[in-house]
C-alpha cells in the first residue's frame, strides 16, 4: 500500500476523521515502550467501533495489507510497532465500560485502560483484580493481548485468569463471540484463552467480559529489610508455602533499593532486599494477618520490618517500591526489562544468578518484581543502545532467561514477546516440548489468517 | 533558555530530552489536550517528544501541522508522570523556539505577538483601556510609591473584580500608598511562549525599565505568568534587577505572622494554578493563607496541588483550540466537590477559563481569586 488512492479509498470506507496519514502522525504511531523498535505505517485508522473494525479487517482482507492492533503503545517489547508497513489500528477509542455487579462481572472495550475499568469497579464495591504498572494508560486490549498482569498477580495472576469472554474481529471482517461471561463453562477448544496473549497476530479484540472481585474491608501493608538476598528469597518461598494468599507480593533488591533512595530520598536503610507485602481481609482478621507475615520475615532474618494499615503511612512504605521504576529510569538512560517468571522453590536461586550475571557481563542488573507469583523484573542499566555496552546488557537479559527457563521457568511472564522476544519464546518451546509445539503454533496461525497480514513479524512469524 | 535560531542549537538543547525519554507513555493519563482529542497519540504528550525526536533526527519537517500538535497548554502535569523526571514543558518550550526560528507561526499566535507589539497586551485592546480598573476602586492611587500593583493584561481587561480586590488587599495591609503604573506594559511572557525569544527578551527589558523608572522597590502581581516573567525568567536571563517582585500569595505569606484578624463562613474549593503550582511549586502557601480565615472550610478538588489537573487556559492553547480549551475547563469543574459553590484561585487566566466555562454549562460555581477572598475576610472582620 503506501499509495494515495489506498488511502483514500480506506478514508471513503470509514471517514476523513478515522484514518491518520500525515507525516507526523506516522511518525509517532511508528515507536512503542521499547525504545530500540520502531516502524514505518502507511496509515493509522481510530476505530470507535467493532464495525469500524471489521470495515478496515475487510479492506485489509482485500489489498492484502498487514494491520498493527495497537492500545495504548506501551508494549515494552514492539509488538505494536509495524515492522514493514501496514495500518496501525488505533482501538483507544473504543473504551465503553459496563459494570454488572449482580452477575460479578465487566464488560469493557479493548480501548478502555485498564484503570478506568478499576475506577468504574470501584464505584460500586469492587476491583478489576489486574493491575499492571501501566495500568493509568495501558488498555484492557493491549493487556489480553500480552497477558498482562501486576502487583495483584501474586492473588489474581495475569488477566487470562479473569477473562470470561471476548469479541474478535478476524481477517476478512468476520465476527466472532467466544467464551460465555458466567463463572464456568465447557465450550470445546478454549479459544478465549488463545487469543490471550496472541498479540494481535490472530485477530482484533475488541471487547471482553471479565470477572471482578470485591474490595477488601481492611487492607495492610508490610516492607521488610533484609541483609540477604536469598533471605528474601526463602521469605517469599515460604510464604506460599505455608499457603498464605497475599494480595501484593513485591521484591527488590539492593540496586533497586539505593537507587530508589538516591533519587527519593526516603531513607531507606541499606539492605540486600526487601520485600513488600500487602495483605486484606475482615478487619478482625487484619492484625493476625500481618504478625503472621511480620514472623515470617523475621524467621528469614529480616532486620527491619515496617509495618502500616492507615493510608497515609501505607502510602509512604509502598514508596519505595513505587519509586523503583522512576528511580532506576533515572539513572540510567537505558534499560532493559526483563520479565522471567520461575516456580517459587528456585526463586532464590534465580535472584542470586542475577548477581552472577551482573558480575559476569559487567552490567548493572536490579531485580524487582511481583515476586509473589515467581515473577521477577530485571532492570538492566545501560548508558547506550549501541556498542559493547548494549551488547554486554542484551546478552545479560539473554542469559537470565535461558537460566530462568532451566531453573523450570519460563523467559516471558507478562509483557509479551513482541519482536524482543522471538529468539528466547522459539529457544523455550524447542527446550519444553520440541519442534512439534512449534508447527502447532503455527498452523493455528494459518487458520485464523491465512494470509498473513495480523501483525506480521511478531510472536513465531 | 538561551535564544534559539540556529539549527544547531536547537539539536543540543532538544537532544537531553530525545536521549532521556524512555517512551513508556505514563505521562499520557495525564494530559488534558490527549483526553479531549480523543486519544489520538500525536497529540499526546510523548507524541510531542516524538514530535521532536523527529525534528531532531531530521525525519520530520517545521510546519502548522507539527505545530498545531506540539502546541500544549504547557500544565506540566505529564512531568510529573515522567519517569526520567524530566521538565517535558521545557522541551515542548524548544520545539516552539525551533518552529518560531523557522518562521512557523499559528496565525492565532502571530495576532498575540503582534497585539503585544502594536498594543503592548496580548489581546489587542487600546492600552488606555488597561488602567480603566482604576476606575472601580473607592479612591484612585495617588503619586509614587515604594510598593507597585502590577496588575498584569489579564487581570486588568478580562478580571476587574480580581484588579480591585488586589490594590485594596495590597493597601490594607501595608498601610500606606500602594502605585500603580501609569503606563503598564506587557510583562512578554506570551512571546517567550510563543517561542519569541528576543521578542520576549526586549519586552521584558522594556518591562523591567518602566519598573526600575517608577522608583518602586517592591513589586507584587497576581499573575503567576507576570511573576515568572518579571522575576524568575528575567534572573534566568541575567536581565533582572534589584526590585523584589512578588505573587500576592508570596506576598500575603510575607505578612502571615501580621495579618489582621480574618473571619468568613464559607465552604470553598482551591484551584493550583499550573503556573504557580507545578511551575513554582507554590502549592502549601495559598492553603496556609486561606485556613488563616476563622470559619473558613476548604475542601480539596479532586486532583490538586502537584496533580491539579489543569484549566485549559494556559500556554497560548485557548486561541488556537477555544473548544477544546472549554472542555477541559468543564472536565475541571467536575473536580469540584459536591456542594461547594465557591471556586478559590490565584491566576487571573484561571479565573477567566473557569468562570467562563461554568456560566456556559450554567454551573452554578462562583470562582473568584484570593484576593477576593482574604479581602472578603478582611471586611467581614472590620465589620
Known amino acids: ?461 | 533558555m538561551a535564544h534559539i535560531n540556529e539549527k544547531e542549537e536547537f539539536l543540543t538543547k532538544v537532544k537531553e530530552f530525545v536521549d532521556s525519554c524512555k517512551k513508556c507513555g505514563f505521562c499520557k493519563a495525564v494530559c488534558p489536550i490527549f483526553k479531549t482529542s480523543e486519544y489520538i497519540e500525536t497529540y499526546s504528550p510523548r507524541g510531542r517528544m516524538l514530535l521532536l525526536q523527529g525534528l531532531y533526527e531530521g525525519k520530520l519537517r517545521p510546519r502548522e501541522y507539527l505545530a498545531l500538535r506540539l502546541y500544549c497548554t504547557l500544565c506540566g502535569y505529564c512531568s510529573v508522570k515522567c519517569v526520567s523526571g524530566l521538565e517535558l514543558t521545557d522541551a515542548y518550550l524548544i520545539g516552539r523556539a525551533y518552529l518560531h526560528s523557522n518562521n512557523v507561526v499559528l496565525s492565532e499566535i502571530r495576532t498575540i505577538t503582534e497585539n503585544i507589539s502594536k498594543n503592548d497586551n496580548p489581546y489587542g485592546i487600546d492600552i488606555s483601556v488597561k488602567s480603566m480598573w482604576i476606575d472601580f476602586l473607592p479612591e484612585r492611587p495617588t503619586g509614587k510609591s515604594k510598593i507597585i500593583y502590577w496588575v498584569g493584561c489579564t487581570t486588568s481587561l478580562r478580571r476587574v473584580d480580581t484588579a480591585t480586590a488586589a490594590y485594596q488587599l495590597i493597601s490594607s495591609l501595608v498601610g500606606d500608598g500602594v502605585g500603580v503604573l501609569d503606563s503598564e506594559p506587557c510583562c512578554g511572557w506570551p512571546l517567550y511562549l510563543a517561542g519569541d525569544l528576543e521578542g520576549y527578551k526586549k519586552q521584558l527589558t522594556k518591562a523591567l525599565e518602566v519598573i526600575k523608572t517608577s522608583g518602586a522597590e517592591v513589586v507584587v502581581t497576581t499573575c503567576p505568568a507576570c511573576t515568572r516573567s518579571l522575576r524568575d525568567k528575567a534572573k534566568e536571563l541575567g536581565i533582572s534587577n534589584n526590585v523584589r517582585i512578588y505573587h500576592i500569595v508570596e506576598y500575603l505569606k510575607e505578612f502571615e505572622g501580621r495579618l489582621p484578624k480574618l473571619k468568613l463562613n464559607e465552604t470553598i474549593t482551591y484551584h493550583d494554578p499550573c503556573e504557580l503550582g507545578r511551575h513554582m511549586k507554590i502549592l502549601k502557601e495559598p492553603r496556609q493563607i486561606i485556613n488563616k480565615i476563622e470559619g473558613i472550610k476548604l475542601i480539596e478538588m479532586r486532583g490538586n496541588q502537584l496533580e491539579s489537573n489543569c484549566c485549559g487556559g494556559g500556554g497560548l492553547y485557548l486561541p488556537l483550540n477555544p473548544e477544546r480549551s472549554s472542555s477541559i475547563a468543564l472536565n475541571r469543574l467536575s473536580d469540584v466537590p459536591r456542594g461547594v459553590r465557591k471556586l478559590v484561585t490565584a491566576c487571573p487566566s484561571c479565573e477567566v477559563q473557569l468562570s467562563t466555562a461554568a456560566q456556559n454549562a450554567g454551573l452554578d460555581v462562583e470562582v473568584l481569586d484570593i484576593s477576593e477572598l482574604i479581602l472578603k475576610a478582611l471586611t467581614a472582620t472590620d465589620r
Open chain 1, 1 to 461: 500500500m503506501g499509495s494515495p488512492d489506498l488511502i483514500d479509498k480506506l478514508k471513503d470506507i470509514l471517514g476523513p476523521d478515522k484514518v491518520l496519514s500525515e507525516v507526523e502522525d506516522i511518525y509517532v504511531y511508528g515507536y512503542d515502550s521499547s525504545i530500540v523498535y520502531s516502524g514505518v505505517p502507511w496509515a493509522i485508522v481510530r476505530a470507535y467501533s467493532t464495525e469500524d473494525v471489521v470495515k478496515l479487517l475487510q479492506f485489509a482482507d482485500e489489498h492484502h495489507i498487514p494491520v498493527i492492533p495497537r492500545g495504548a503503545g506501551t508494549s515494552l517489547t514492539g509488538g505494536p510497532v509495524p515492522l514493514n508497513g501496514g495500518i496501525i489500528l488505533d482501538l483507544r477509542p473504543m473504551n465503553k465500560i459496563n459494570v454488572n455487579v449482580d452477575d460479578g462481572v465487566v464488560e469493557a472495550e479493548a480501548g478502555a485502560t485498564v484503570d478506568e475499568v478499576d475506577r468504574e469497579c470501584r464505584k460500586y464495591g469492587f476491583m478489576f483484580p489486574i493491575d499492571p504498572a501501566s495500568a493509568e494508560v495501558a488498555t484492557i486490549g493491549g493487556t489480553l493481548a500480552n497477558d498482562g498482569g501486576g502487583m495483584r498477580g501474586a492473588r489474581y495472576g495475569t488477566i487470562r485468569n479473569v477473562v470470561l469472554s471476548m469479541e474478535v474481529v478476524l481477517p476478512g471482517g468476520k465476527v466472532l463471540n467466544l467464551g460465555s461471561p458466567v463463572y464456568k463453562q465447557a465450550l470445546g477448544y478454549e479459544l478465549t484463552q488463545l487469543l490471550v496473549g496472541s498479540e494481535g497476530t490472530l485477530g482484533v479484540i475488541t471487547k471482553a467480559v471479565f470477572k471482578i472481585v470485591p474490595l477488601p474491608e481492611r487492607l495492610g501493608r508490610i516492607l521488610a529489610f533484609f541483609n540477604d538476598v536469598e533471605d528474601a528469597a526463602r521469605a517469599i518461598f515460604t510464604i506460599r508455602r505455608r499457603g498464605l494468599q497475599p494480595l501484593v507480593l513485591e521484591f527488590m533488591d539492593d540496586i533497586t533499593l539505593q537507587a530508589v533512595d538516591s533519587v527519593y530520598k526516603l531513607g531507606l536503610p541499606p539492605a540486600a532486599a526487601a520485600v513488600l507485602a500487602d495483605v486484606d481481609g475482615y478487619a478482625e482478621s487484619i492484625e493476625r494477618l500481618i504478625n503472621t507475615f511480620k514472623n515470617i520475615f523475621i524467621e528469614h532474618n529480616a532486620f527491619k520490618v515496617d509495618v502500616a494499615t492507615d493510608p497515609k503511612e501505607m502510602e509512604r512504605i509502598y514508596a519505595a517500591r513505587k519509586g523503583a521504576y522512576p528511580a532506576l529510569s533515572r539513572l540510567y538512560p537505558v534499560v532493559i526489562i526483563g520479565d522471567v517468571c520461575v516456580p517459587l522453590s528456585k526463586l532464590p536461586k534465580m535472584v542470586r544468578a542475577v548477581k552472577d550475571v551482573s558480575k559476569k557481563y559487567e552490567v548493572p542488573i536490579a531485580a524487582v518484581g511481583h515476586a509473589g507469583d515467581g515473577n521477577l523484573h530485571t532492570f538492566t542499566g545501560l548508558h547506550s543502545a549501541t556498542g559493547d555496552e548494549w551488547e554486554r546488557g542484551y546478552k545479560a537479559n539473554d542469559e537470565l532467561s535461558l537460566i530462568a527457563v532451566e531453573l523450570g521457568g519460563s523467559a516471558s511472564a507478562e509483557h509479551g514477546i513482541g519482536m524482543q522476544k522471538k529468539h528466547l519464546l522459539l529457544r523455550e518451546l524447542k527446550l519444553r516440548s520440541g519442534e512439534h509445539v512449534v508447527e502447532i503454533m503455527k498452523d493455528i496461525k494459518k487458520i485464523f489468517d491465512p494470509k498473513g497480514i495480523m501483525n506480521p513479524g511478531k510472536l513465531l512469524d
